[in-house]
């Protein structure tokens, strides 16, 4: 049973391996005596393994970024090191399986491999010659690939010994929800300047300058980077490249799908195992003795396994013009499939639309224009290099080429300019007053310099600088102090009983909240001194030229039919426990890894390295 139940991950594995086996990577691709680019303890680390697990990790994050990487960039995001990791945990279960005599029979073995879709004949069955064919393509021979079957299915193994099993202690799922769940009835009344019975008076010069002095850290400025930098992005040379109107054309012709897209329908399908059966339904239908839904609902399925979603006449064969001449609701057939008499329900329909090439031009123009530009900015990144490498400077690159030079007074949360790229603001942080300009990519396919000129410690902003923020600031600090003078016996009476009508206080808000809850307008801290108070207390706390002044009234326990906290429960017994057993998991590795002992062949990394420059 363990070996079929892993049967869907090893398709995928083998259609990845596929994937690369057509492109040749191999045998062809490095040395023939080259295997492997380490072991851990008896296991090895093939360089096949270490290519496909690099290929995978730079597809998916050119995949995130719906752009392609270089690999000095999979460089800088580690990914090599991520793919390292990996392979060393899949290296410490091999190990495992090897020193204490894991392995799987061959009758297992063939039964996983013959119940692989892609060795498959024309008639479902197992077809050895499909098997020769498909490992051939792949580079690899019987022996070889029925040994790798043979270890995932014995490190799946000792993979779910630790996995499986791992339940949450009731006490801790209890008490999470106790803490999430738990219910405080409230009460409270916003009090702002205009409910003050006194002016407030404006600050003199030494208010401001005390308050300055006594609050320096609202004003004082972050650690800067003072930083001169060139860069060059594809939109700062836009305005010179140029688009033939063939390239239009011929971008308008490879997008005609989307420009010209025929009538069509949102379509329900229904189908039936024969003509009399599907009859059968549809006289129903039209007596009115049933519903396309519960049609549906007899038959064991959710409308979603009938969604066709949107189709064209080309998609429905024979029952194109029934469907197509039905109205919007209207269910029509029985009508002929692909799958066998069916009935179909319109749900809307989408006329017809086309864009023309003149009406789509500016939009063409500007996507190859952008693309032009990014492949132009690529092909000056060598000569940038040169530049550096023989010792420009940052003005020099200047001067000798298109790059524009600025400087910035950078620091973490600046968000303008060079510095809204992600690229530039992770450089900037790691940035030394040792480091020498090196051309490093921006999102957008520009690049850019940089050389780190002073950094400039945490300064106190002069009081003459932030006058009017230090103003402000003990403005709105005087009237939260005047108002909890104000109330100060009112709130001593409410905390002896009283209500907030008997202190002659109006009621901005009565809630019951949990610590999941959110007030409105409220401060930050609302919540957390909502459940940090006891029945009858009440507490005062300060808003922005305001007070809240907020009495607890009840504690109740978590509410049984509350929907959330059920769903909390459902993820804190399913998704906590997973995580508990991934985290028992990594113990395990990390032990095999420390008994076994982990080894990497730095020349035969980077011979895998040299296929991707």
């Known amino acids: 049973m363990a070996a079929k139940s892993i049967t869907k991950p090893l398709v995928w594995i083998l259609m990845g391996l596929l994937i690369l086996g057509l492109g040749g990577f191999g045998v062809t691709s490095l040395s023939g005596t080259l295997r492997t680019v380490g072991t851990v303890g008896e296991a090895e680390i093939s360089v096949q393994d270490y290519f496909q697990g690099l290929q995978n990790e730079i597809r998916a994050e050119e995949a995130d970024r719906g752009e392609s990487i270089s690999f000095a960039q999979a460089r800088e995001l580690n990914i090599p090191q991520k793919v390292m990791g990996q392979l060393t945990v899949q290296g410490a279960l091999d190990h495992e399986t090897i020193v204490n005599d894991i392995s799987v029979g061959d009758t297992n073995l063939a039964d996983q491999i013959t119940s692989m879709r892609q060795f498959t004949g024309p008639g ?314 090196e051309v490093i990519e921006l999102e957008d396919g520009g690049i850019f310099a940089m050389r780190l000129d002073e950094t400039v410690p945490p300064t106190l902003q002069p009081l003459d600088e932030v006058r009017d923020a230090v103003a402000e600031a003990w403005t709105q600090t005087r009237i939260n102090q005047l108002l909890r003078e104000q109330v100060a016996g009112k709130v001593g009476r409410l905390a002896t009983g009283e209500s907030f009508d008997d202190v002659e206080l109006s009621i901005d808000g009565s809630e019951e909240v949990t610590r999941r809850g959110f007030i409105e307008d409220a401060p930050q801290e609302f919540i957390q001194t909502v459940f940090g108070m006891e029945a009858g207390e009440v507490e005062v706390i300060n808003g922005n030229g305001r007070i809240f002044v907020l009495k607890l009234n009840t504690i109740e326990p978590p509410d049984p039919e509350d929907g959330d906290l059920q769903q909390i429960d459902r993820f804190l017994r399913n998704e906590t426990a997973g995580s508990l057993s991934q985290d028992l998991f990594q113990v395990l590795a990390n032990d095999i890894r420390t008994r076994a002992g982990v080894n990497f062949d730095q020349g035969a990394l980077n011979a895998v390295h040299n296929n991707f420059q």
């Open 124 to 437: 479902g069955e197992f077809d050895r010659e499909a098997y020769r064919f498909t490992l051939d393509r792949m580079g690899m021979n019987e022996s070889e690939f029925e040994d790798d079957i043979r270890r995932e299915i014995a490190r799946s193994f000792v993979q779910a010994a630790v996995l499986s099993g791992v339940t949450m202690p009731e006490a801790y799922t209890d008490t999470v929800k106790q803490y999430l769940g738990e219910r405080r009835g409230i009460e409270w009344a916003v009090l702002g300047r205009e409910d003050l019975e006194v002016g407030v008076p404006e600050p003199g010069e030494d208010d401001l300058a005390a308050f300055h002095s006594e609050n320096e850290a609202r004003f004082t400025r972050p650690e800067v980077k003072r930083i001169t930098y060139a860069w060059l992005t594809p939109e700062m040379i836009l305005d010179t490249v140029e688009v033939d109107e063939q390239a239009l054309r011929d971008a308008y012709q490879a997008r005609r799908d989307e420009f010209v897209q025929p009538e069509r329908r949102l379509v329900e399908r229904l189908v039936f195992s024969d003509t009399a059966a599907a009859e059968a339904a549809m006289a129903r239908l039209e007596e009115g003795e049933t519903s396309f839904e519960d049609l549906v609902a007899e038959r064991g399925l959710a409308l979603a396994d009938t969604d066709m979603g949107t189709v064209e006449a080309a998609d429905l064969g024979d029952a194109a013009d029934a469907v197509f001449g039905a109205a919007p609701s209207e269910v029509v057939g029985p009508l002929p499939s692909s799958v066998g008499p069916a009935l179909f329900r319109v749900n809307a329909v989408l006329q017809a639309q086309e864009t023309t090439f003149e009406e789509a031009e500016p939009e063409l123009r500007d996507i190859i224009a952008v693309d032009r530009a990014r492949r132009v900015v690529e092909g000056r990144v060598d000569a940038v290099d040169d530049l550096l490498a023989g010792g420009a400077t940052i003005e020099d690159l200047g001067a000798e080429t298109a790059m524009r030079v600025a400087s910035i007074d950078w620091h973490p949360g600046m968000s303008e300019e060079i510095a809204a790229y992600e690229g530039f603001r992770a450089a900037a942080a790691n940035l030394g007053e040792d480091d020498y300009p």
